[in-house]
C-alpha cells in the first residue's frame, strides 16, 4: 500500500484536517458506545504532539443535506473528544468558508459534514473549499472509505497533501494480512439475516477460503439448499440456486461449507420465547430457526480451533435473546482461545464481542462495516485509492 503516511510528516504549525468516523450512537444529547472515537484518538493525539493545528471532521446520521439539525450535531462527539484529550474542543458550526483560527496544539470540531450542500455527491466545489482550510489532509475514516464524498474523497485530490492517518493504515494492513497472504486454513464466518446483502462477499470468500461458515438468516436458505424444511424462518427462496451453486463450486476446489446438523427454534420472535432443541430434518412447518444446536456449534468450534486465519462478520443467531444466543458465544469463545489470527468486523459482530467480553482476544476488530465488506469482495476503497494516487505524485 502506497500511501504518504500521517507519521511521516513534519506538521509543526500547519493546518491539519482530519477526516474520522465518529459516527457514533447518540442518546439524549449523550454517547452511548465511545469505541469509534477512542479508535480515532491516536491520530488526533498525533498530530497534537507534532504541533499541528488540529480540524477533526466526521458525519453522523443521516441528515437532510444543506440543513442544519440539532438532532445530528457532533457537539455530544466534541465533549467526548475534549473528556479524552483533558482540555476543551470547540465545535465549529460554520466552518465551509473558513474564517475561524485554531491555535498550534489545539484541536477544533468541525460541524456533521453532511450538513454541508455537496459533501454526498463529492461537489469539486465544496472539495476546494474543504481543502483550502488545511497544509494536510489526513484521511482517517476506514469506516467510510468505500464512499467517494466530498470529505472522505474530494477533498484529497485538491488538498495540498493527503495523508493515510494511523487508523486507516492499520486497518488496511489487518485486512492485507487476513486476506492477500492469509496462513491457512482459512475460515470465513459470515452472518446475517440475507444473503441478498452478503451475496458478493460470499461470492468472493468462496473463491479464497478453505471454509466458510454461514450464519443467521443466510444458513436458513443454505440449509433449504441441502432439502431442508426450514419452517417459517428469516429464508430467501429465489436464492436457494445460488446456495446451491455456491456449495457445488466450493466442493469442487476441496473446501466446503458446513451445514447445521441441529438446530434451536422458536414459535415467533420474541425475547420470552422458550427454546427447542430440534435435528436440522425435524423442523416443522411454523418453527422458526433462531441458533445452530450444540453439535453444529462444537463442529464450527473445532474448524476454528485448527484455522490458521478467521474472519468474522455477523452472529450465527439472534444472540440478543440470551437462549439464542448459545452458537454465536461458543463462537465468540472459540474466537476468543485460537491461535489463528483473527479479523472480526461489523456493528453486529462488535456487538456480539462486547455481550461475550472478548474484545481483547480477537487480534483485530476492524470499526467498519461497508467497507470491511468491500474489502472482502477485493473492491477498490476509493478513498484509499485517491491517497494512493497522491502518493504517486
Known amino acids: 500500500m502506497a500511501v504518504i503516511r500521517v507519521t511521516d510528516l513534519d506538521l509543526k504549525g500547519k493546518r491539519v484536517f482530519i477526516r474520522a468516523d465518529m459516527n457514533v450512537?447518540?442518546?439524549d444529547g449523550k454517547v452511548t458506545s465511545d469505541a469509534r472515537i477512542t479508535a480515532s484518538m491516536r491520530t488526533i493525539e498525533h498530530c497534537l504532539k507534532a504541533g499541528?493545528?488540529?480540524?477533526?471532521?466526521?458525519?453522523?446520521?443521516?441528515?437532510?443535506?444543506?440543513?442544519?439539525?440539532?438532532?445530528?450535531s457532533l457537539q455530544p462527539v466534541a465533549d467526548v473528544l475534549s473528556a479524552k484529550l483533558g482540555k476543551p474542543v470547540r465545535l465549529v458550526k460554520d466552518w465551509i468558508d473558513g474564517g475561524f483560527d485554531v491555535a498550534a496544539g489545539e484541536a477544533v470540531m468541525l460541524e456533521n459534514v453532511r450538513f454541508n450542500k455537496g459533501e454526498k455527491k463529492s461537489l469539486d466545489e465544496t472539495a476546494q473549499k474543504y481543502a483550502k482550510l488545511c497544509d494536510v489532509f489526513v484521511m482517517d475514516a476506514f469506516g467510510t472509505a468505500h464512499r467517494a464524498e466530498a470529505s472522505t474523497h474530494g477533498i484529497a485530490r485538491f488538498a495540498p497533501v493527503a495523508a493515510a492517518g494511523i487508523l486507516l493504515t492499520e486497518e488496511l494492513e489487518a485486512l492485507t494480512k487476513a486476506l492477500l497472504s492469509p496462513a491457512r486454513p482459512m475460515v470465513a464466518i459470515v452472518g446475517g439475516s440475507k444473503v441478498s446483502t452478503k451475496l458478493t462477499v460470499l461470492e468472493a470468500l468462496s473463491e479464497k477460503v478453505d471454509q466458510m461458515v454461514v450464519g443467521g438468516g443466510i444458513a436458513n436458505t443454505f440449509l433449504k439448499a441441502t432439502g431442508k424444511n426450514v419452517g417459517k424462518s428469516l429464508c430467501e427462496n429465489d436464492l436457494v440456486p445460488v446456495a446451491q451453486a455456491l456449495m457445488k463450486k466450493m466442493t469442487a476446489r476441496g473446501a466446503t461449507i458446513p451445514i447445521a446438523v441441529d438446530v434451536v427454534c422458536g414459535k415467533k420472535f420474541d425475547a420470552n420465547e422458550p427454546a427447542v432443541l430440534k435435528d436440522a430434518g425435524s423442523v416443522v412447518d411454523d418453527d422458526m430457526?433462531?441458533?445452530?444446536g450444540p453439535k453444529s456449534a462444537q463442529e464450527l468450534v473445532e474448524i476454528i480451533m485448527k484455522a490458521g486465519t478467521v474472519v468474522w462478520n455477523g452472529p450465527v443467531g439472534v444472540f440478543e435473546f440470551d437462549q439464542f444466543g448459545e452458537g454465536t458465544k461458543k463462537i465468540a469463545e472459540a474466537i476468543a482461545n485460537t491461535s489463528a489470527f483473527t479479523l472480526a468486523g461489523g456493528g453486529d459482530t462488535i456487538a456480539a464481542i462486547q455481550k461475550y467480553d472478548i474484545y481483547d482476544k480477537v487480534s483485530y476488530i476492524s470499526t467498519a462495516g461497508g467497507a470491511f465488506l468491500e474489502f472482502l469482495e477485493g473492491k477498490k476503497l476509493p478513498a484509499v485509492e485517491i491517497l494512493e494516487q497522491r502518493a504517486a505524485g
Open 25 to 27: 450512537p447518540v442518546k
Open 52 to 72: 499541528a493545528k488540529v480540524m477533526v471532521a466526521s458525519h453522523l446520521g443521516r441528515p437532510t443535506e444543506g440543513e442544519y439539525s440539532a438532532d445530528n
Open 289 to 292: 430457526i433462531f441458533d445452530i
